[in-house]
């Protein structure tokens, strides 16, 4: 099916670790994202990527690293997992093209770090 | 500054009743995009309505429809007839265009539609 889909939707992991967060979608959009949401702090964006190859840092890039070898696919990377990383994490994408385009998200990966 | 604010953390409605929901925005790009997504208890971000800076018209979409008044740089989400399902988070949201076509969201407000 069409769409943008994130795994896994729900993740426990330990400080120290290292984990990865997939998003694919299937509309070839050249813009992707990355976002946490947190409570009181609404969506921040972590990184995005304006197509296969060019990653541009967001509000709140430390302790993550994104990769975009191709177009459909925006891992994103917590290198060494820390406590203040548990959060919800959301994937989105958009077509290029104006500032009439709207972002489209997946589902979401809870991710909690003990 | 922040270039999306919502002032609003909750709301209540009730029932059939309209709403609206404030954001207001700053930027200063000529071209620009407003959006407002929603955000019920399932977690999932659902796009509703698009207003454009250039658009002379107000958006509509069903039971929403999008309050712009550049001048004021406001972009007041309206929803008319409540539902019990329109109970949810909303989000205000900017597309820049030439400034690098990032999105910038606001903090959200809670809407808790009453029976």
């Known amino acids: 099916d069409a769409g943008i889909t994130q795994s896994p939707r729900y993740k426990i992991t330990e400080t120290g670790r290292q984990v990865t967060l997939m998003c694919h979608q299937t509309?070839?959009?050249?813009?992707m994202f990355w976002y946490r949401q947190d409570l009181g702090h609404g969506l921040r964006l972590i990184y995005y990527?304006?197509?296969?190859?060019?990653?541009d840092k967001g509000e709140v890039p430390d302790g993550y690293v994104v990769s975009r070898s191709k177009t459909e696919n925006f891992p994103l990377t917590l290198e060494s997992a820390t406590r203040s990383q548990t959060s919800v994490y959301f994937c989105?994408?958009?077509?290029?093209?104006?500032?009439?385009?709207?972002?489209?998200f997946g589902d979401g990966t809870r991710l909690s770090i003990l | 500054a922040q270039k999306i604010t919502q002032t609003q953390p909750g709301m209540f409605v009730q029932e059939k009743e309209a709403v609206t929901l404030d954001c207001t925005y700053d930027?200063?790009?000529?071209?620009?995009?407003l959006f407002w997504y929603k955000q019920p208890s399932s977690g999932e971000m659902i796009f509703l309505i698009y207003?454009?800076?250039?658009?002379?018209q107000n958006a509509t979409e069903g039971r929403y429809s999008l309050n712009f008044q550049k001048a004021r740089k406001s972009a007041n989400l309206v929803i008319s007839a409540s539902q019990l399902g329109d109970s949810a988070m909303y989000f205000c949201?900017?597309?820049?265009?030439?400034?690098?076509?990032?999105?910038?969201f606001g903090t959200g407000t809670s809407l808790t539609v009453i029976p």
């Open positions: 989105a994408s958009s077509d290029a093209g104006g500032p009439n385009q709207p972002q489209h």
């Open positions: 509309w070839s959009h050249s813009y």
């Open positions: 990527s304006a197509a296969a190859d060019i990653t």
């Open positions: 930027t200063s790009d000529p071209s620009y995009g």
């Open positions: 207003q454009g800076s250039y658009d002379q």
């Open positions: 949201a900017m597309r820049e265009y030439v400034t690098g076509n990032q999105f910038y």
